[in-house]
DNA sequence: CCCTGATGGTGAATCGTTTCAACGACGAGA
DNA sequence: TCTCGTCGTTGAAACGATTCACCATCAGGG
């Protein structure tokens, strides 16, 4: 177990600075000594500590990422595109779910900042602005992913939720629905407010339309089948002709539940649009209609920023906003 | 951003040790330091350095996970679980991604053992049966996830998929199918392999039955509608009237490939069954019918022996299988 | 009044790597 | 022959936390 660069060099005859050099700047080491320690290497099975290397350099070649959600295929494409551009720079991404958990999401920064990543990117759940801030401030930086900085202290990379949302909503409008109710999940999360405020917005421009606000308690499928239920429940008359889900897990559910009970036909008398245009979305019951966002983009884009951030601390804080786009299919077509 | 142990030291009036004690064993230390030590680690900002930690302690206190795909909910529930009860015991999880490709899969490995991690979970692609063993008796505890072991020396928890590919298989045949097609992806993995073993079995036991393998390069979406397509095109003569898939994954992308396209009906003309039963399954186009695995429970188990091999390295090494479970819905039902 | 044990605290050694000043050897140029 | 620069190599310091042998103090028993 404890085979260290000193048993090498030892083993190759040389000392332990040269080793390190083996290892760290092969060209100022000749070719046979190369050679040699690259044998003793082997012979021995040494492995590197990365923790030592680590604490002498100060800092770790890794950076943290936290999501709102692993489960949400939207989120782990975010975390393919930062890992696809965190392997061409060498470095390692640290994934943390913060599961819609304050305290989960506090956790995983303590750790990330005991490691000294060489920076965090975050969706935010909680009110931990200060605490990025502060983090940023200290020399790590700090990018916000699926959330516009609120000051220009921070970077960020996000989609425009309140574009999303109305621009999900002006189109069931467009097909002539008039009652439609939005299946929030969560208030607190900042992504589902802005597009609860674009929602707002399509329906004032239209003067018979009127929203019903569903708040919930998740992101997550079962969350979106527990609110389908009680929908299905209600008498005819008070349901909802139209409704737009703050994600496509909520749509999901909400198509387990209406339709499979037969009693509600999508779109027909219930049309649904879903937001993130996750893989599934084209195969459920009824094909979902869903706002895209370019989630693999957004993952390479913050890595992108934050390692240029890390390379040179003086660098402005950026805001990218990428813009969403619908895509219709069957669960809003026209019925 | 350089603030020690050294510095709260200084700053408490103590010694380093004193410091170390309070951050480690409190009681030892009377209570009026205790107190001047955290008024001194909060008035400077203190946070502990984990590499220092580490190379002084000689190992980590995170473990390793290699997932072969982390857009596939069966693993990330997977991981889901392994979090779970590695939150209970103080551990971090740090989760690799092979993506189904050898030399990432060895990549993460190489990771891991350069941070020291306590042990390693792994749902292995490649052949590295060596390489694991090799890293056992140097100490490091591994796992094998989702996969049996081939012999005594690791232990593993995983799922009995031949008991699961006779099942999927059998209920087919039971539905009155006689052609099935086996959609595989890579035959390669273990599990594809031993699900198809599976279901030759079950074909054998029934005189008129016989079984077509399509073979493909992944265990995705995509691949799936690939080779729905592929089906899709045959004259409907030469289609197999039943299809197990390998996974979910892949019976989605058939279902939006035989579904959308409108010229194959489900079930009536060709009967799917999946494998994971994913949240998913129970809201695509047509219901899919599944065999479902404890994915959250192999996660736990598998994160609990490890803990326990790495408490106590005399262990032996023990093999946890599951028994699956088959899930009727509508893409199977008689038709 | 001395001895014992418990309690609380100290400070140096240690973990494994990287870095850097310094050094020897050697060849080229004067 | 002497000097200088280059190249390859060395060895010790440094990173920051933990641990452990050791010390100081004090209360209580004899």
């Given at each position: 177990m404890a085979v260290s660069i000193r048993d090498v060099a030892?083993?190759?005859?040389?000392?332990?600075?040269?080793?390190?050099?083996?290892?760290?700047?092969?060209?100022r080491v000749s070719d046979a000594v190369?050679?040699?320690?690259?044998?003793?290497?082997?012979?021995?099975?040494?492995?590197r500590n990365d923790a030592a290397?680590?604490?002498?350099?100060?800092?770790?070649?890794?950076v943290g990422l936290v999501v709102l959600d692993a489960r949400n295929p939207f989120f782990t494409d975010i975390a393919r595109g930062a890992e696809d551009e965190a392997a061409e720079h060498g470095v390692a991404v640290l994934l943390g779910d913060s599961d819609e958990?304050?305290?989960?999401e506090a956790a995983y920064l303590d750790l990330f900042e005991e490691q000294r990543v060489r920076g965090v990117l975050v969706s935010p759940l909680g009110d931990i602005r200060e605490r990025l801030e502060r983090l940023r401030a200290l020399g790590t930086p700090v990018v916000l992913v699926d959330r516009m900085a609120?000051?220009?202290?921070?970077?960020?990379v996000s989609v425009d939720d309140h574009a999303g949302g109305r621009t999900a909503v002006t189109h069931l409008l467009e097909q002539g629905r008039r009652r439609v109710a939005f299946v929030a999940g969560p208030l607190a999360i900042r992504q589902v407010a802005d597009r609860l405020a674009g929602a707002r917005d399509a329906v004032a421009a239209v003067p018979d339309a009127t929203l019903e606000v569903l708040e919930g308690t998740a992101l997550s499928v079962l969350e979106g089948r527990r609110m389908g239920e009680a929908l299905a429940a209600r008498p005819a008359s008070e349901r909802p002709d139209a409704v737009f889900a703050a994600n496509d897990l909520l749509a999901v559910g909400l198509l387990q539940a209406l339709v499979m009970r037969g009693e509600v036909r999508v779109p027909e008398d219930v049309a649904i649009v879903g937001y993130d245009d996750i893989d599934f979305a084209a195969a459920t019951v009824v094909p979902l209609s869903s706002i895209r966002q370019p989630s693999r983009l957004i993952g390479q884009t913050a890595l992108r920023i934050l390692l240029e951030e890390a390379d040179d601390p003086g660098l402005a804080p950026r805001q990218v906003v990428f813009q969403p786009e619908l895509v219709v299919r069957e669960s809003s077509a026209i019925g």
């Open positions: 030892e083993r190759a005859g040389v000392s332990v600075g040269t080793v390190s050099n083996v290892l760290n700047r092969p060209d190369v050679g040699r320690v690259h044998d003793a290497i082997r012979e021995l099975g040494y492995v290397r680590q604490l002498r350099a100060g800092r770790s070649s890794s958990k304050p305290e989960r609120e000051d220009d202290v921070l970077s960020s």
